[in-house]
């Protein structure tokens, strides 16, 4: 009697944590109780790295998760087909990136918008600096970004991270970029427990292979974390409305709201401030053609 009196009991626990790993439809949830494994109920799915659930305890160490509170942010990528969530509740986007293998402006974009798009800062990272000649035409390249308001720090992971540091405390980062750029390395450097798996670029095709596999959440200091999370080679954004698309260009702010008319998409419509802000120089051809791109 003693002993199904204490598994019902033990059946009925339910305890609050935050999501520190996520495998497919298998996740870690960090609990007062200890890390608990978790999976969803039925079909369940959209359960993010960096989330705040609550599970209900199954067995010992395992369980299911109930709910998911409500988040600040949620960073993620999307084709026609499927939804890839990244990372919740993030405050602040590492985007790394590095002179070789080189990167692609494209996804920088990309990134960007689904950044802003959820009010999140952004911290670009070119890491390799060790490549000096290659990184200065990098550095260079970058400084469209760095004249939008982006902050572009330069590092070698493999040498010192420690310039890093600042801009890591009381956030919630979430480490992205595509495959090559050295995630892994970084985040190695900066969690050394974290071991994450490395490999080499392929210089004859430019690229790099994956090698983180999983997102993990890795504990800073009482107020600080860092997710690292799979490289990747492509970006979607058709989770972004068209009419909330101009939103992600950091440059078109001031403008927006000032048109003519209150559903302008900024293509040729007259009395649109946008399209008049960039005839004065204020917005760059390269990012309206980009914006029309996205549109299209």
């Known amino acids: 009697m003693s002993g199904r009196t204490k598994k019902t009991q033990f059946h009925s626990d339910c305890l609050a944590g ?24 039925g079909k369940k799915i959209g359960v993010a790295c960096g989330d705040q659930v609550t599970c209900r305890l199954t067995t010992p160490g395992q369980g299911v998760i109930e709910t998911i509170q409500p988040r600040r942010s949620l960073f993620y990528r ?22 070789v293998p080189s990167f692609s402006e494209e996804l920088i974009s990309r990134c960007l ?18 490549l000096i000649e290659q990184t200065k035409i990098a550095y260079q390249t970058l400084s469209l970004y760095r004249d939008l308001g982006y902050c572009v720090l330069q590092l070698s992971s493999i040498h010192d991270v420690s310039l890093l540091l600042p801009y890591l405390t009381n956030h919630l980062s979430v480490l992205v970029g595509q ?28 690229s790099g292979s994956h090698t983180t596999t999983y997102s993990q959440l890795y504990q800073l200091d009482k107020n600080s974390a860092i997710i690292d999370s799979p490289g990747f080679q492509e970006f979607g954004l058709n989770h972004i409305k068209e009419e909330n698309l101009a939103y992600g260009f950091a440059e078109f702010h001031p403008y927006i709201g000032h048109c003519k008319f209150s559903n302008c998409r900024h293509r040729a419509e007259p009395g649109c401030a946008v399209l008049a802000a960039h005839e004065d120089g204020k917005i760059l051809s390269k990012r309206l053609d980009y914006y029309h791109k996205l549109l299209r």
């Open 113 to 130: 918008v689904a950044a802003e798009s959820e009010n999140i800062n952004v911290l670009i990272v070119l890491n390799k600096s060790d």
């Open 78 to 99: 999307s084709d026609a087909f499927k939804e890839k969530i990244i990372a919740a509740n993030v405050t602040q986007i590492i985007l790394v990136v590095a002179a």
């Open 179 to 206: 495959s090559g750029m050295g995630k892994s390395t970084l985040l190695n450097a900066l969690v050394p427990e974290a071991n994450r798996s490395t490999a080499t670029i392929s210089l004859a095709l430019d």
């Open 18 to 41: 935050q999501v520190v790993a996520a495998f497919g439809r298998h996740y870690s949830v960090a609990t007062e109780a200890g890390i608990v494994s978790c999976v969803t109920r």
